[in-house]
């Protein structure tokens, strides 16, 4: 049961970011935690792998460039929240024409053009779900990240534990070479036994030095996913066992993936869209004052001698001519039943995955408890070699079989773990 935190590290992450968010989420993120204090009762540690998930968030350069084109869009809602640019103009009469009150000598006008009721804020509502999408986006690049973060982790966990285990067996060959010293000085055993058991302890050495580079670059893929120097040494938990139980999942949760509701997002821009679209196929009002200033006539006398013109305007721009606002309605329509068709194909695909990845993991579950009957029965017959010592039978070939076949199942056993948790992760990935 220990280590079960480990795999709900993905789940509290993703959940925290749609709190931000969606309606919804806010009631997700509040059974997850129930869930998860549930699995924290009867798991082990896992804080390691969660604070590194975290650090990663922080730091990866990817994560930012997404909160970036996040930030931008929402920059956008500003953008739109204005009108036409007003229009002021002036003009002088080089020739003055005569009026009965005087001649005019200039007009100076100022309009300004007003959209229908109601389509600026159709403009903010698309920008505004534009911007959700892009919110979307960061919850996936998230989740991608806590995801390839556990997975490297987990490959860290494998290549040291199979380094312990190497040492380990290394130990026992040391044991089984004083041994065999032993029977070589009372003519028990031939000096090709120590030179075998010496062969076998080079071969072991070999591959821990091997198994190290591997570490070494496994390393530095991990610390590059945190965004960090490639040399820092990682923390890795000494011992991951697989749990008696499973968490139980269901396929309901695949409703919640961020990479579904990101087509719920593109569908609901795309009627945002056909709102605007809308609005703007309604005529536009414009108002606007004519100022025409006029001498008077010297030859006359009356009241409204050169009186100045102030003349109030009002204008109406009709699109006659409508047909892109036909065509705009008949492009989002196929937009949405593109975007549907897309989320039925990767609603499949994460059910597939979903299905493989809980196959996989059940099937780390059998090849783990196989490997322990057989690691068992191996360790009986270690320990029936050992009682043939005393009577002066031991067989150093049998020895080293048997040290062999040990080896091979002590190292299946770790990858059957590390499987277990992998597949975990991505269960998580799909499903919480």
Do not use: C, H
Request: aromatic fraction near 8%.
């Amino acid at each position: 049961m220990k280590n079960i935190k480990i795999i709900i590290g993905l789940l509290l992450v993703s959940a925290e970011v749609y709190a931000e968010r969606t309606r919804s989420a806010k009631a997700l993120l509040n059974a997850l935690l129930i869930l998860s204090i549930g699995l924290i009762s009867i798991g082990g540690q896992a804080q390691q792998l969660q604070s590194y998930i975290q650090e990663a968030e922080r730091n990866n350069p990817e994560i930012q460039a997404y909160e970036l084109r996040y930030n931008i869009a929402e920059k956008k809602v500003n953008e739109v929240n204005t009108l036409p640019n007003t229009t002021v103009s002036a003009g002088y009469f080089v020739s003055e024409p005569e009026t009965r009150t005087g001649a005019q000598r200039a007009r100076f006008s100022i309009s300004q053009m007003l959209p229908w009721f109601g389509t600026i804020t159709a403009r903010e509502n698309y920008a505004g779900s534009m911007a959700e999408t892009e919110f979307v986006e960061i919850a996936i690049a998230k989740r991608k990240l806590a995801l390839s973060v556990a997975q490297s982790y987990y490959q860290l966990y494998s290549i040291r534990a199979k380094q312990d285990v190497l040492d380990e067996n290394v130990q026992l060959l040391q044991t089984y070479q004083r041994l065999a010293l032993t029977s070589v000085e009372v003519g028990k055993a031939s000096a090709v036994d120590v030179l075998r058991l010496q062969i076998r302890q080079n071969e072991l050495q070999q591959q821990k030095e091997v198994l190290q580079e591997d570490y070494l670059a496994e390393q530095a893929s991990f610390n590059n996913l945190l965004n960090r120097k490639e040399s820092i040494a990682v923390a890795v938990v000494p011992e991951i066992t697989i749990p008696t139980e499973d968490p139980m999942y269901s396929e309901e949760g695949l409703a919640l993936n961020p990479e579904l509701l990101k087509y719920d997002r593109l569908y609901e821009s795309i009627e945002q869209s056909e709102l605007l679209n809308q609005k703007e196929s309604a005529p536009n009002i414009g108002f606007g004052l004519d100022y025409v200033p006029v001498s008077e006539r010297p030859d006359m006398t009356f009241s409204d001698n050169g009186k100045d013109i102030v003349m109030p305007m009002v204008s109406l721009s009709i699109p006659i001519f409508n047909n892109r606002y036909s065509s705009i309605s008949k492009q989002n329509e196929l937009k949405q039943l593109e975007i549907e068709s897309q989320k039925n194909d990767r609603l499949n695909t994460l059910e597939t995955a979903f299905a493989k990845a809980t196959s996989q993991r059940n099937q780390a579950r059998i090849k783990f408890n196989t490997q322990q009957k057989n690691l068992n029965q191996a360790k009986d017959a270690e320990e029936i070699l050992i009682k043939n010592y005393e009577t002066g039978t031991i067989d150093f070939n049998d020895v080293l079989d048997i040290q062999e076949l040990q080896l091979k199942f002590q190292v299946n056993q770790i990858e059957s773990v590390q499987l277990y948790y992998v597949q975990s992760a991505i269960i998580n990935y799909l499903i919480n």
